[in-house]
């Protein structure tokens, strides 16, 4: 045991020091709660480990408010050291003052930062303790209890097109009721759990419970009117979501008023407008905001515009700008805003519709003419249709060259920076004429920055070559050597055969596109692609311990180490990326230890055997410590659709995954729930092991042979964030490494062969059996096609069902190559195929005169 600083107290700090048997430094000792402190102080020693133990004592003249706010600072810092947190709520759970009031708001805290840093046992305990704390105030229980609803509710959608369960929504719900229950809550707390539980009620579609608990919600005794305001809105918003509009629409009335503020009375119109436009039209809306609610014209206004009425749209946008105008102070800032929705909604017409209503606009109110002409030239208006004509363009161009110009000529003002927006426009809209003018313009420009000068020259050479691929990369290397940085500076220079490469895509410039990207793929340093072999073994090993236990992966030979940095800003990949609750990454902890991985297959599939040592093992085990995720990436070929795996470790992970192509003749989805992927974990005292089994009935059109190629990659979120492939960025299939296929002999394909047919021969026969399914309904004199199918179908089953009965326990190696040849594909691709002979059926009969 390590050196204590605590004198005669081995390695227990003082505040921990009753829970071992000894007298207890602190004012709390002996209390009601001592025992479920001693029992949280017993977890945070866990959390914390040995860093718990330099806890030092709280001076005498800090009081358990300090300590807490204190504490509570120091966990808001997303970057400070958990065990100096826990310490600092330990300080504050010594402090000689502290109440019980104080110790439930500690623990309270401790659980929202553990649920905070991914740590959810952890958080879910401290909240709980906090919640069932002798002498805690009914506000605080309430917000554990919430807190812990909440983070149930989310745990229960975690990751990237999850299958959908209700554990966590039932968990949710049960701690709501709890909060109902709870004595002296006040009715306001009480109303917000009913929300809450019926909002959960809603989502296992439990339509009558939700608006019940609604409705008890509303008749609870002593309400004030604010309070019960607030239940007939939750009353109405249920109803709302459930489309009952009818039943809305009078409690969204009997809650509006004109002296509401400002936002509620929004929020009420608003609702009151969608309901009228569902049940009445648009017209009645329209009426609706125009008599009843015209407090808000521009509300009036854009409704006009969404439905299609532009004209009565712009006459109450002018008299919105008019009003504005009429003011002794106009804000201009709020005129610009309506002249901006004006430019937005033409947008989106011809050009000649846009000019016609534009130009006048901004000749009427010349002070924000350059501030809308600077608006056209960025998000989102650049994204709009009239944004590419070339007339426009032009338009835009002059109107800015005025501008700028104007701009240039007031006392003191520096001369107008080029932005070369105008050319990259251009250029966008096909205009090579045009765009080769403003590369000129922007090359005679003596403040045109040297980047930007550069772009114009590489253009102008571009658009000069016309399509002459030799000639424009000769002159484009020329002028890249011409400059000392690009000349020298890789990254630099491939960025700019890039940008001229797009620049002739767009101007639809083929071959020297095709040029210009061959030239920047010369400067690509190649990178050594890893491989592992993956062997076909005859009696492989079944379950995580088999495998751990194998002579195949305890052979260094067959094992391959995710020891690669991952490339890219980890920290921007995990703040923005779409799958971001798939991912949960760890600090890189200087640990030397990597996750290694092995693969081979047998007659039943693939399987990929990964081990992530750990010293933490059964502390995460027991959801006290976290490690990172796995994203793994498979394809059965450099064309063909990969699937990828967001693996969460247990106890409270799980698995996703996201396939990125649909169902179809050549590729089947690996989905779990369809019995073609497994994915097992188990722990050990040394690491943690992980099992991912893929079946051959999802490659049963595409089964490998000796030296065939699947791509592979692992990328682990620990440690900083590692893989094996070296990806610089997810879903970077340039950068998978190779599984290759080995002993695949002609027996052992035979013996996958075999292992298939059975499951081949089931699809086929349950597509024979399906009532109206893909062969009968064809036959059904009403809803089929007899003609179809005495002529197309008849003949196809008679053919597949003649080698139903060779199927068999006992069939010879011959007769399994020859069924599995001949029909087990086309057995497993029935309703494809079906469908697309009646394609091809209607297709003749319709357009070839049949």
């Given amino acids: 045991m390590k050196k204590s600083p605590y004198i005669g107290h081995s390695c227990i700090p003082p505040c921990m020091r009753t829970w071992h048997g000894h007298p207890a430094r602190g004012s709390w000792a002996g209390r009601p709660c001592h025992a479920a402190f001693c029992r949280s102080l017993a977890v945070l020693f866990l ?379 251009l250029i966008r809209a096909r205009d090579a004429a045009a765009a ?125 180490r995710v020891d690669r940095k991952y490339g890219d800003n980890l920290q921007f990949l995990l703040e923005t990326d779409a799958n971001i609750t798939g991912r949960q990454v760890t600090d890189g902890d200087g640990s030397l230890k990597s996750t290694e991985f092995t693969a081979l297959c047998d007659d039943e599939g693939v399987a990929i055997f990964l081990f992530a040592p750990t010293d933490k093992a059964r502390a995460i085990e027991a959801g006290f410590e976290g490690i990172g995720g796995y994203e793994i990436y498979l394809a059965a070929g450099p064309e063909d659709p990969y699937d990828c795996f967001l693996i969460d470790m247990p106890p409270d992970g799980g698995t996703t995954i996201f396939n990125t192509q649909y169902n179809n003749a050549g590729y089947r989805q690996l989905d779990p729930h369809k019995g073609n992927v497994s994915v097992t974990h188990r722990f050990y005292d040394d690491g943690i092991a992980t099992l991912i089994r893929v079946s051959w009935k999802a490659y049963f059109n595409r089964l490998p042979s000796d030296g065939t190629v699947w791509d592979f990659e692992v990328c682990h979120w620990d440690k900083g964030g590692r893989t094996w492939g070296g990806s610089k960025s997810v879903h970077h299939r340039s950068s998978f490494g190779a599984l290759v296929f080995a002993n695949l002999t002609p027996a052992n394909r035979l013996a996958i062969q075999r292992r298939l047919l059975p499951a081949a021969a089931r699809v086929y026969r349950n597509a024979l059996s399906s009532r109206n399914g893909y062969m009968e309904i064809w036959q059904d004199p009403e809803l089929g096609d007899q003609e179809f199918f005495h002529a197309v179908i008849e003949p196809l089953q008679t053919r597949l069902s003649s080698y139903l009965p060779r199927v068999r326990a006992d069939m010879s190696d011959a007769d399994v190559a020859e069924v599995f040849d001949n029909a087990a594909i086309e057995w497993m691709n029935i309703d494809y195929i079906v469908a697309r002979l009646r394609r091809d059926y209607l297709d003749a009969r319709r357009t070839g005169g049949r």
Avoid at 343 to 356: A, C, L, T, V
Avoid at 411 to 421: L, Q
Avoid at 495 to 504: D, F, I, K, Q, T
Avoid at 537 to 542: C, G, H, L, N, S
């Fill in 47 to 425: 959390l914390a480990g040995a860093a718990l133990l330099h806890a030092a004592d709280p001076a005498p003249a800090e009081t358990a408010a300090d300590l807490i706010t204190a504490a509570q600072r120091l966990a808001r810092d997303r970057n400070s050291d958990p065990a100096a947190v826990s310490n600092a709520f330990v300080k504050a759970l010594s402090a000689a003052d502290a109440t019980a009031e104080n110790r439930a708001r500690v623990l309270l805290d401790l659980g929202q930062f553990y649920l905070g840093r991914n740590q959810a046992a952890a958080g879910h305990h401290f909240l709980e303790e906090a919640a069932s704390a002798a002498g805690a105030p009914a506000g605080l229980r309430v917000q554990a209890l919430r807190a812990r609803a909440d983070a149930r509710f989310r745990d229960n959608f975690k990751g990237a097109f999850a299958s959908y369960f209700t554990k966590g929504i039932d968990d949710a719900a049960e701690l709501h009721r709890r909060i109902i229950a709870l004595p002296d809550v006040s009715n306001g707390d009480k109303i917000a759990a009913y929300r809450d539980l019926a909002n959960c009620l809603l989502e296992k579609m439990d339509i009558a419970g939700a608006n019940d608990a609604l409705k008890k919600a509303a008749a609870l005794p002593g309400l004030t009117d604010e309070e019960r305001r607030t239940a007939i809105g939750n009353q109405a918003n249920a109803l709302y979501r459930q489309q009952e509009y009818g039943q809305a629409l009078p409690l969204y009335e009997s809650l509006w008023r004109a002296d509401l503020d400002n936002r509620p009375r929004q929020e009420i119109e608003g609702r009151i407008i969608a309901i009228t436009r569902r049940l009445k039209g648009e017209d009645a809306a329209i009426a609706l905001m125009r008599d009843k609610f015209p407090a808000d014209p521009m509300r009036l206004a854009n409704a006009c515009r969404d439905y299609g009425r532009t004209g009565e749209a712009l006459k109450l946008y002018d008299a919105i700008l008019a009003d504005e105008a009429a003011r002794e102070k106009p804000n201009t800032r709020w005129q610009a805003d309506v002249l901006r929705t004006v430019i937005n909604m033409m947008g989106d017409k011809s050009w000649p519709e846009f000019r016609k209503v534009v130009e006048p606009r901004l000749a009427k109110y010349p002070d924000l003419d350059a501030d809308m002409t600077r608006h056209m030239h960025n998000h989102p208006f650049v994204r709009s249709a009239v944004a590419g004509n070339a007339d426009f363009i032009k338009w835009r161009g002059e109107r800015q060259a005025r501008h700028d110009a104007a701009a240039a000529a007031l006392p003191g003002a520096r001369p107008a920076v080029p932005d070369g927006k105008q050319m990259e426009s």
């Fill in 436 to 560: 080769l003018a403003q590369c000129k313009e922007l090359l005679s420009n003596t403040n045109t920055p040297p980047a930007l000068r550069m772009s114009a020259t590489l253009n102008r050479i571009v658009i000069e070559t016309r399509d002459r691929a030799a000639e424009a990369v000769r002159q484009v290397n020329a002028a890249l050597n011409a400059d000392a940085l690009l000349k020298t500076g890789r990254v630099q220079r491939a960025e700019a055969l890039l940008a001229s490469a797009r620049s002739a895509m767009s101007l639809e410039f083929f071959a020297t596109a095709r040029a210009l990207h061959a030239e920047r793929d010369k400067m690509l340093v190649p990178s050594d692609r890893p491989s592992l072999a993956c062997p076909f073994v005859a009696r492989a090993p079944k379950t995580v311990a088999e495998f751990r236990d194998s002579a195949h992966f305890r052979n260094d030979k067959n094992r391959a």
